[in-house]
Every structure is written in structure tokens, then in C-alpha cells.
């Protein structure tokens, strides 16, 4: 069994950074990747960014591309989302989910099997 949980979340002011954490338990049942998806009220859940386990390869949305950064800690078993350059846009609960098998659509939130309790990140303009 697969656990997520998330942390790093917060209030910050427009133009500031946020780093958010994910410690996955269970790792060994990650073979394919982990991935950040966000929801602001009233909105279906959308991409974010994404990592592959074998060979690292990193893939993100195009409204963040540039000013997040998704990287990993393989000794911790942890998933960051760097987030610099925070926009009001950018405002919502963020998830970290876990694919245990598959290639391709990274982006696509129902090729994720485990996902963890959400963080909420509130930017103020």
C-alpha cells in the first residue's frame, strides 16, 4: 500500500516561492512516476508537473513551466515542487499522486493510482 503526504503549504504574497514536500511509504509499488496536480475551488484538477522513476524524465504544465521545478529524493522517498514566482493564478489545493505502472500521459490524473490528502497554497496579490 501506497501512502502520500504532503506538506509545505502556505500563504505568500505574489512574486514569492513555495516548496512543496510529498513522502511517498510503499515506494516499491512506484514503478512508473509522481506527480503534482492542483484544484482552485470550482475548477476540475489539472496538471502540474511530473516525474518519471526510471529514467527522470520531467514534464510540466505550460503555466508553470519555467517557474516550478519538480525534483526528487530517492534516499527519502520524496517529491519537491519548487514554485517560485507564485501568481494568484496559481492558488489552489495542490496534490501529490503516485503511478504504480504505465508510460506516456503524465498529465492525465486517471493514470494515477495513489494520491495524497491535498496542501493548500494561497497567494495573495
Known amino acids: 500500500q501506497v501512502q502520500l503526504v504532503e506538506s509545505g503549504g502556505g500563504l505568500v504574497q505574489a512574486g514569492g516561492s513555495l516548496t512543496l514536500s510529498c513522502v511517498a511509504s510503499?515506494?516499491?509499488?512506484?514503478?512508473?512516476?509522481m506527480g503534482w496536480f492542483r484544484q482552485a475551488p470550482g475548477q476540475e484538477r489539472e496538471f502540474v508537473a511530473a516525474?518519471?522513476?526510471?529514467?527522470?524524465?520531467?514534464y510540466y504544465a505550460d503555466s508553470v513551466n519555467g517557474r516550478f521545478t519538480i525534483s526528487r529524493d530517492n534516499a527519502k522517498n520524496t517529491v519537491y515542487l519548487q514554485m517560485n514566482s507564485l501568481k494568484p493564478e496559481d492558488m489552489a489545493v495542490y496534490y501529490c499522486?503516485?503511478?504504480?505502472?504505465?508510460?506516456?500521459?503524465?498529465?492525465?490524473?486517471?493514470?494515477?493510482?495513489?494520491w495524497g490528502q491535498g496542501t493548500q497554497v494561497t497567494v495573495s496579490s
Open positions: 516525474l518519471t522513476w526510471s529514467g527522470g524524465s520531467i
Open positions: 499522486a503516485a503511478r504504480a505502472y504505465g508510460s506516456r500521459w503524465y498529465d492525465d490524473s486517471r493514470k494515477y493510482d495513489y
Open positions: 510503499g515506494r516499491a509499488f512506484i514503478n512508473s512516476a
